[in-house]
T-cell receptor, first 113, second 114 residues
Framework: DSGVTQTPKHLITATGQRVTLRCSPRSGDLSVYWYQQSLDQGLQFLIHYYNGEERAKGNILERFSAQQFPDLHSELNLSSLELGDSALYFC????????????FGDGTRLSIL | DQQVKQNSPSLSVQEGRISILNCDYTNSMFDYFLWYKKYPAEGPTFLISISSIKDKNEDGRFTVFLNKSAKHLSLHIVPSQPGDSAVYFCAASAIGSNTGKLIFGQGTTLQVKP
């Protein structure tokens, strides 16, 4: 158990819809990261938040947004969903230093029908 | 452009023997490297890391070696156990980028036979 909690575990929805994925980091961790793992791609970095502020963005679509709340939990919002958005979405957390390992949750599997 | 490559999709070893998983990278700015293990339906689990100021780091049965000139790192598992059967990912980051972004390889599936 990494201590990182992601909900829900599975999400099935239709094209055009909007969903919210939630992540609770390990106790004491200030950084939260979001990654996407599609079938034909490895783990791809989406976005990094540190103590409530956006620190870095990767190849995150404009239809996607994220935020980190004062209690340090984070949400990833995906809107106008397309079939290609079907993937595993992982959240990771770390203490905050760039040379500290990231610890991953078990992911949310998003299926778009 | 795949900056982190794991050229062996799979590896099979006998229980008790050494498992060696390899990883190559192309970006000379990478200075922090990690190995993760992943079981089906679970997230990646952190195993061991190494910064570029070192060439070796050990933690129990796991040792990571870094060859900066060759842009190559390897994970040694000794002795291998059936419970080590999983997908192993190497990942790299550039600390100076201040992004925390990890670049992952495609993974190597390790099977340890009893």
């Amino acid at each position: 158990d990494s201590g990182v909690t992601q909900t829900p575990k599975h999400l099935i929805t239709a094209t055009g819809q909007r969903v919210t994925l939630r992540c609770s980091p390990r106790s004491g961790d200030l950084s939260v990261y979001w990654y996407q793992q599609s079938l034909d791609q490895g783990l791809q970095f989406l976005i990094h938040y540190y103590n409530g502020e956006e620190r870095a963005k990767g190849n995150i679509l404009e239809r996607f947004s994220a935020q980190q709340f004062p209690d340090l939990h984070s949400e990833l919002n995906l809107s106008s969903l397309e079939l290609g958005d079907s993937a595993l979405y992982f959240c990771a957390s770390s203490v905050g230093g760039e040379d500290q390992p990231q610890h991953f949750g078990d992911g949310t599997r998003l299926s778009i029908l | 452009d795949q900056q982190v490559k794991q050229n062996s999709p799979s590896l099979s070893v006998q229980e008790g023997r050494i498992s060696i998983l390899n990883c190559d990278y192309t970006n000379s700015m990478f200075d922090y490297f990690l190995w993760y293990k992943k079981y089906p339906a679970e997230g990646p689990t952190f195993l061991i890391s190494i910064s570029s100021i070192k060439d070796k780091n050990e933690d129990g049965r796991f040792t990571v070696f870094l060859n900066k000139s060759a842009k190559h790192l390897s994970l040694h598992i000794v002795p291998s156990q059936p419970g080590d059967s999983a997908v192993y990912f190497c990942a790299a980051s550039a600390i100076g980028s201040n992004t925390g972004k990890l670049i992952f390889g495609q993974g190597t599936t390790l099977q340890v036979k009893p």
